[in-house]
């Protein structure tokens, strides 16, 4: 186990049990199907397969080289400049390096929700070296999963488990039928090499921490460079800032086993459970201060409740249920204090 308390090994947990592949990185059967189906139709709609292994540049991937093709290498198509003679050539003529930096400069440029996840196209000459790309995909597009904090924009404040929005916190927002097709799509083991969290409420986009799978320095497995992006003043937001740069912290310390190239979706469910925070006991007492004879603090501003909307009346709490009546609105529970926390305020 990591200090993060992820498991050592991504075929550890009862879901990935269930589906082991030799080759995570490999195509699933249904998105071979898919694809190949696609690519079929395309031939006989009058595409020629000779014409598309020789003589034309793949769609998605081309090298562009000042070099002299060899005699014994395939025609490549070739864009006249009057300047410098570049010449494209398909991935049949290019090196495994070569193949490399073409995929990775399609596909770095790439952000994907893991919700809509689909693989990338391929077809013609390029199912020759449908595993490779596919592996490069996984490798270099950065894929993004909405994860809600614990944390309210508006008092500026992270609360606890007695709120009834912290049960819906530091998960994965991931709905059964979005969750079958990731697995019928790239296999619920596949590794991924980019994870973007896009981390917020239902209603408040407040951060974006990116993950990206790199050699570790010692050279005895991978581990994660983190960087973030925030979508609030960080400075108004000095809390929410705080507690992400220890997260990130975390995150960098976080080395994945040798043998292993990514994160699977078991190692991304995990993570975003680092991103839920427990208040402290001073945290929890500054939060709900006592002055006067009163038990809970009054909020001023409106706060956004557990179901997004924000509760102008005040004689609801942020579940959505009738508060208790108090002496603020005649004992009439109309407009006063807030139910903060679950407590009542009387």
Same mark, same amino acid.
């Given at each position: 186990?990591?200090?993060?308390?992820?498991?050592?090994?991504?075929?550890?947990?009862?879901?990935?049990?269930?589906?082991?592949?030799?080759?995570?990185?490999?195509?699933?059967?249904?998105?071979?199907?898919?694809?190949?189906?696609?690519?079929?139709?395309?031939?006989? $709609?009058?595409?020629?397969?000779? %014409?598309? !292994?020789?003589?034309?540049?793949?769609?998605?991937?081309? #090298? =562009?080289? /000042? @070099?002299?093709?060899? $005699?014994?290498?395939?025609?490549? %198509?070739? !864009?006249?400049?009057?300047?410098?003679?570049?010449?494209? #050539? =398909?991935? /049949? @003529?290019?090196?495994?390096?070569?193949?490399?930096?073409?995929?990775?400069?399609?596909?770095?440029?790439?952000?994907?929700?893991?919700?809509?996840?689909?693989?990338?196209?391929?077809?013609?000459?390029?199912?020759?070296?449908?595993?490779?790309?596919?592996?490069?995909?996984?490798?270099?597009?950065?894929?993004?999963?909405?994860?809600?904090?614990?944390?309210?924009?508006?008092?500026?404040?992270?609360?606890?488990?007695?709120?009834?929005?912290?049960?819906?916190?530091?998960?994965?927002?991931?709905?059964?039928?979005?969750?079958?097709?990731?697995?019928?799509?790239?296999?619920?083991?596949?590794?991924?090499?980019?994870?973007?969290?896009?981390?917020?409420?239902?209603?408040?986009?407040?951060?974006?921490?990116?993950?990206?799978?790199?050699?570790?320095?010692?050279?005895?497995?991978?581990?994660?460079?983190?960087?973030?992006?925030?979508?609030?003043?960080?400075?108004?937001?000095?809390?929410?800032?705080?507690?992400?740069?220890?997260?990130?912290?975390?995150?960098?310390?976080?080395?994945?086993?040798?043998?292993?190239?990514?994160?699977?979706?078991?190692?991304?469910?995990?993570?975003?459970?680092?991103?839920?925070?427990?208040?402290?006991?001073?945290?929890?007492?500054?939060?709900?201060?006592?002055?006067?004879?009163?038990?809970?603090?009054?909020?001023?501003?409106?706060?956004?409740?557990?179901?997004?909307?924000?509760?102008?009346?005040?004689?609801?709490?942020?579940?959505?249920?009738?508060?208790?009546?108090?002496?603020?609105?005649?004992?009439?529970?109309?407009?006063?204090?807030?139910?903060?926390?679950?407590?009542?305020?009387?």
């Amino acid at each position: 186990m990591t200090s993060l308390g992820l498991p050592s090994s991504h075929l550890d947990g009862p879901i990935a049990k269930k589906r082991k592949l030799s080759n995570p990185s490999c195509p699933t059967p249904q998105y071979r199907k898919r694809h190949h189906q696609a690519s079929a139709t395309m031939q006989a $709609a009058g595409e020629s397969n000779t %014409a598309a !292994t020789n003589t034309t540049t793949s769609p998605y991937f081309t #090298h =562009t080289s /000042h @070099d002299t093709p060899s $005699a014994n290498m395939a025609s490549p %198509a070739v !864009t006249d400049d009057a300047n410098d003679n570049e010449k494209k #050539h =398909t991935l /049949h @003529d290019l090196t495994p390096q070569q193949r490399q930096e073409s995929y990775r400069k399609v596909f770095s440029t790439k952000v994907e929700p893991l919700t809509h996840i689909e693989g990338p196209e391929v077809s013609g000459a390029e199912l020759n070296f449908e595993n490779e790309i596919f592996d490069a995909y996984l490798r270099y597009t950065t894929f993004a999963v909405k994860v809600w904090l614990n944390y309210d924009p508006t008092a500026r404040r992270f609360y606890n488990h007695t709120d009834q929005r912290f049960a819906s916190c530091g998960i994965i927002v991931l709905t059964p039928s979005q969750r079958k097709k990731i697995v019928a799509n790239i296999a619920e083991n596949a590794e991924f090499g980019r994870v973007r969290f896009e981390l917020g409420t239902p209603f408040t986009s407040l951060a974006d921490v990116t993950v990206r799978v790199v050699r570790s320095t010692l050279d005895v497995g991978m581990q994660l460079k983190v960087s973030a992006k925030y979508h609030v003043n960080e400075h108004q937001h000095g809390e929410l800032a705080g507690d992400i740069e220890v997260v990130e912290r975390e995150l960098q310390e976080f080395n994945i086993p040798y043998g292993r190239k990514g994160l699977c979706l078991q190692d991304l469910v995990q993570l975003a459970k680092v991103f839920r925070r427990q208040q402290t006991t001073e945290e929890a007492a500054d939060y709900h201060q006592q002055p006067d004879d009163s038990v809970w603090t009054e909020v001023d501003n409106d706060r956004e409740n557990n179901t997004g909307y924000i509760d102008k009346h005040r004689g609801y709490n942020e579940g959505g249920s009738r508060r208790a009546p108090s002496e603020d609105d005649g004992g009439k529970g109309g407009y006063g204090g807030w139910v903060i926390g679950g407590a009542l305020r009387v």
